[in-house]
């Protein structure tokens, strides 16, 4: 079965600091990995995607995100946080030929000015 | 923009009442996804369709249904409404290729009394 875990509740970080939001997962096939960021009393956007090749993806508002293999986690990453990235992010994992996505409970990310 | 209309962006209902979700997306996408969201739970799945009159129970279907009639439109009904089902429901679209993201709905909030 698939499964998601976000092993922190919340981020905090200075603005200007790096941040990474951390993700592990578990799928029995090739995952599909993805993250979301939710801001308040909205809808998930998506922010970017591992689906294969290079480890290292790029996605929206400066975003990346690594994928390991042998760790299986898709950590999110940001060289310099902005206040305006406080949200809650989500990763999110669907197995190759599967229909089903499923989302890991979220980590609330704080960004102090 | 592509978008995902859901139809009210709060519902307050009493308990026992039968309850519609309304869900239109306008980018001609064949998968079409109801979640719920819940503090500490991240998202669930409840039902999702990959074409027109079809369904799939999702993680928790119980206490659910859905309909799709045309391909645009999804909707959730809540036979007959209790208090653990309020949350925030979203619904999410995408293309029938397994390897794109969802486009989310801005979600409903339900309160049922």
């Known amino acids: 079965a698939q499964s998601v875990a976000q092993p922190e509740d919340q981020v905090n970080v200075a603005e200007g600091n790096p941040l990474t939001v951390k993700c592990t997962y578990s799928?029995?096939?090739?995952?599909?990995l993805f993250w979301y960021v939710q801001y308040p009393n909205r809808g998930l956007q998506f922010l970017l995607k591992?689906?294969?090749?290079?480890?290292l993806v790029k996605g929206s508002y400066g975003f990346e995100a690594e994928f390991n293999k042998s760790q299986t986690s898709f950590h999110l990453k940001k060289p310099s946080a902005l206040v305006s990235d406080s949200a809650l992010y989500f990763c999110?994992?669907?197995?190759?030929?599967?229909?089903?996505?499923?989302f890991g409970a979220g980590t609330r990310l704080f960004v102090k000015a | 923009d592509v978008k995902v209309t859901q139809s009210s962006r709060y519902l307050v209902k009493r308990t026992g009442e039968k309850v519609f979700l309304e869900c239109v997306q306008d980018?001609?996408?064949?998968?079409m996804f109801w979640y719920r969201q819940d503090p500490g739970l991240g998202l669930r799945l409840i039902y999702f369709?990959?074409?027109?009159?079809?369904?799939e129970k999702g993680d928790i279907p119980e206490g659910y249904s859905v309909s799709r009639e045309k391909k645009e439109r999804f909707s959730l009904i809540l036979e007959s409404a209790s208090t653990n089902q309020t949350s925030m429901y979203l619904c999410?679209?995408?293309?029938?290729?397994?390897?794109?993201?969802?486009?989310f709905g801005s979600g409903t909030r339900l309160t049922v009394v």
């Open positions: 999410a679209s995408t293309l029938g290729q397994e390897h794109y993201g969802y486009t």
């Open positions: 799928v029995s096939g090739n995952p599909y």
């Open positions: 591992y689906i294969t090749g290079d480890n």
């Open positions: 999110a994992v669907r197995e190759a030929g599967g229909f089903k996505t499923i």
């Open positions: 980018m001609d996408h064949e998968n």
């Open positions: 369709s990959y074409d027109v009159k079809m369904k």
